[in-house]
């Protein structure tokens, strides 16, 4: 069990750019996460995958965001024109469904968008 | 949805044990998480109740009661490295079961 990797770990862009994100879950792991956290709040609900389906999204997230889970396994996360307003953690968690249904956390990828 | 409401911030000494509380409000309960972050890392787990009750850890401990809404952990012997945000996440009964996160309880812990 390797946990959750996330990749890349700082992303500095300038505002109005794209960026892709990639998260690899926990192999066994079927359901993946996307959450965004700024300074002194809790990870807020992006989107969520359970194999290659995308089940749910945040009303939260606008048209600019989109994710991926092409094979059931690694997902990529992608902003385009990105905004100041975007600057934050993003952090990927995956679960298997079992009695708890615990997520796991990656290190998360720090997106600074000047 | 939820309403999860933690204190912002709290201090404590090292050595002593420390009680960090977590309120919510759902339509149907499923589940209650506790995770710990120390900055600029990722959340990680500490505990889940589903039951009213306590479930004990080692030096941590969660407590919850569903008919009260409440839930607390207890950190015992405080050590400088549990220093660090808490984080109080609840998941309701239907559609995705998602948990939805509180802001999180900062802890100082100080000699």
């Known amino acids: 069990d390797t946990g959750v990797s996330q990749d890349p770990r700082h992303k500095i862009t300038k505002r109005g750019q794209n960026v892709t994100f990639r998260c690899d879950p926990i192999?066994?792991?079927?359901?993946l996460y996307w959450y965004r956290q700024t300074l002194g709040q809790g990870p807020e609900f992006l989107t969520y995958?359970?194999?290659?389906?995308?089940?749910?999204k945040s009303r939260l997230l606008s048209d600019r965001f989109s994710a991926e889970r092409p094979k059931g396994s690694f997902s990529t996360l992608e902003i385009q024109r990105t905004e100041q307003g975007d600057s934050a953690m993003y952090l990927c968690a995956s679960s298997s469904r079992d009695l708890t249904d615990t997520q796991y956390f990656g290190p998360g990828t720090r997106l600074t968008v000047l | 949805g939820q309403n999860i409401d933690q204190p912002t911030e709290m201090t404590a000494t090292e050595g002593a044990i420390v009680q960090i509380n977590c309120t919510y409000q759902?339509?149907?309960?499923?589940?209650l998480f506790w995770y710990q972050q120390h900055a600029g890392e990722a959340p990680t787990f500490l505990s889940y109740n589903v039951l009213d009750g306590l479930e004990e850890k080692g030096r941590f401990s969660s407590f919850l009661s569903r008919s009260k809404g409440y839930s607390y952990l207890l950190l015992k012997e405080l050590q400088m490295k549990d220093s660090a945000s808490y984080l109080c996440a609840v998941r309701e009964v239907g559609g995705s079961y998602i948990p939805t996160f509180g802001r999180g309880t900062s802890l100082i812990v100080h000699p």
């Open positions: 759902t339509s149907g309960f499923n589940g």
């Open positions: 192999s066994e792991h079927n359901r």
């Open positions: 995958f359970q194999n290659e389906a995308q089940l749910e």
